[in-house]
């Protein structure tokens, strides 16, 4: 999450409808304008993960740079929450050997996704449903963003995952 603000409390209603907690990447930038909303999220029970801070490409960063991107947004996160996070998912989907080691050097696992919905490239919510029923597998972990496409496609998504035998549950819950 590093914008999208107007679409999350209906995202947030309906995971709370279904009783479903998800993990959130976040911006450190974002977080530091988004207090409650932060608040909001983590008193819900979802999982909070590192977004970086200011949403730049890590693999063109030197190793200081990645490290203090996910320190800063680490920083703002504990101040607000009180927790320290632990996974890091690179913005763009960005990395090389180089970012995940700078990650992992001080802690952090890093996250990529196996399913993209592409939901800030499209207001059809059915094709982000198509890409989801093509790619879905065990273990997946799709990729969503606070979109009004995505608003839509939830209820459907959650909906069809519950009736294919699959669960939702947060990034970390896929690693136990």
Do not use: C
Request: glycine share 6%; proline share 3%; no cysteine.
């Amino acid at each position: 999450v590093v914008w999208g603000n107007e679409y999350l409390p209906d995202m947030l209603s309906e995971l709370k409808k279904n009783d479903i907690k998800i993990t959130f990447f976040f911006g450190g930038e974002w977080v530091s304008k988004n207090k409650e909303l932060l608040l909001s999220i983590n008193s819900d029970g979802h999982e909070i993960g590192n977004h970086g801070y200011n949403h730049l490409k890590h693999s063109k960063l030197s190793r200081e740079r990645n490290i203090q991107e996910i320190l800063d947004t680490e920083e703002v996160i504990m101040n607000i929450i009180g927790k320290k996070t632990n996974l890091f998912a690179p913005p763009y989907g960005d990395l090389n050997k180089d970012v995940i080691n700078a990650a992992e050097s001080i802690g952090y696992k890093v996250i990529m996704w196996s399913i993209d919905t592409i939901d800030w490239n499209t207001k059809d919510y059915n094709k982000i449903l198509e890409r989801i029923n093509k790619k879905i597998h065990n273990g997946a972990i799709i990729l969503m963003h606070p979109t009004e496409s995505m608003v839509k496609a939830l209820p459907i998504m959650i909906n069809n995952l519950k009736n294919d035998g699959y669960s939702i549950v947060k990034v970390s819950e896929i690693f136990n």
